[in-house]
């Protein structure tokens, strides 16, 4: 079972959810492997605290001109979707920051004239913790290509029970290459004007991408009730709530684990991955349905 942890806005409390709901279920003696798939700014680590054991570069391929063969034709500049190339008085120039390793200047150059080399974009770790298999990415600072140091720290899960992903926050292309093969979605929000206006963006991304959900609000004692307003009109499932609870909020401040500080959250993180078997499970009931339906 694949299950990502995603918000459509930061700060909403998807790594306190995502390493809680990843120890809850190793401590039911279940395989777990997290993958936190926020390259820019993963923090898992922070409360897992993993022994790294292995460390391993991201590249990208980016293209690189053999001056030799070039004519100055700018085709290359012509074909690049994304401005990487630009062909100034016959010489070309290359901007790897803006190259997304498409490979078109190298398929459509008339004179073979380009080769590709490769580039370092960051970093994948891997480890582990309290029987929890754990690897994270580390994009390079400055560096843009987040989507290609998420594709790596997914490359590198193994095939536990249960694979959390933790998303980077948001609704943009990093997101969608974190969740986009997930089985399940679990969308954090908290009952705030600004959450319930994340939330409508991500529950639009993850219908986009077909794929069941359910929601989790955090701090769900404060803000108002519009959140769960919008849920229930969406009939969408709201599968766990954690109160805006001070003790949680120390133990956050000190780097520790909520289950850690607070053994009575263990039941509410394991009941939530119960009610998301059930949704899964009817979520393909209803596929299945549907493609019978469809076919006869």
């Known amino acids: 079972m694949k299950i ?51 460390s391993s570069p991201v590249t990208v391929p980016i293209p690189k ?18 401005s990487a190339i630009a062909v100034i008085k016959g010489k070309v120039l290359i901007f790897p920051e803006l190259c ?18 490769p580039r370092e974009l960051g970093t994948v770790e891997e480890g582990k913790t309290n029987g929890i298999s754990f690897v994270h990415g580390l994009l390079n600072i400055g560096e843009l290509m987040s989507p290609a140091v998420i594709r790596g720290v997914k490359e590198a899960a193994g095939e536990p029970e249960i694979l959390i992903l933790d998303s980077p926050p948001g609704t943009s292309c990093p997101v969608i290459e974190a969740v986009k093969d997930a089985e399940f979605v679990l969308l ?12 409508e963006l991500a529950v639009g991304m993850v219908r ?14 404060v803000g108002n009730e ?9 009939k969408i499932k709201i599968i766990l709530e954690i109160p805006n609870d001070r003790r949680i909020a120390e133990a956050y401040s000190r780097g520790e684990m909520v289950i850690h500080a607070l053994p009575e959250y263990q039941k509410a993180f394991e009941t939530c991955w119960e009610k998301v078997i059930d949704l899964h499970q009817n979520a393909l009931q209803a596929e299945q349905q549907e493609k019978t339906a469809t076919e006869s």
């Open 226 to 234: 519009d959140v769960k307003e919008y849920c229930n009109k969406e």
């Open 208 to 221: 986009e991408l077909s794929i069941p959900f359910a929601v989790a609000i955090n701090r769900s004692d």
């Open 4 to 54: 990502a942890i995603a918000s459509g806005k930061g700060g909403t409390g998807k790594t306190t959810i995502a390493t809680n709901l990843a120890l809850a279920l190793a401590n039911t003696g279940r395989t777990i492997q997290i993958l936190d798939c926020d390259v820019e700014e993963p923090n898992c680590h922070i409360f897992l605290k993993p022994e790294i054991e292995s």
């Open 100 to 117: 997304h390793s498409c490979g078109a200047c190298k398929l459509f150059c008339p004179e073979d004239a380009f080769i590709e080399v």
């Open 188 to 199: 954090v929000t908290e009952p705030t004007p600004f959450g319930l206006n994340d939330l």
């Open 65 to 82: 001109v053999i001056e030799e063969k070039c004519t100055g034709c700018g085709i290359c500049a012509e074909v690049c979707e994304y």
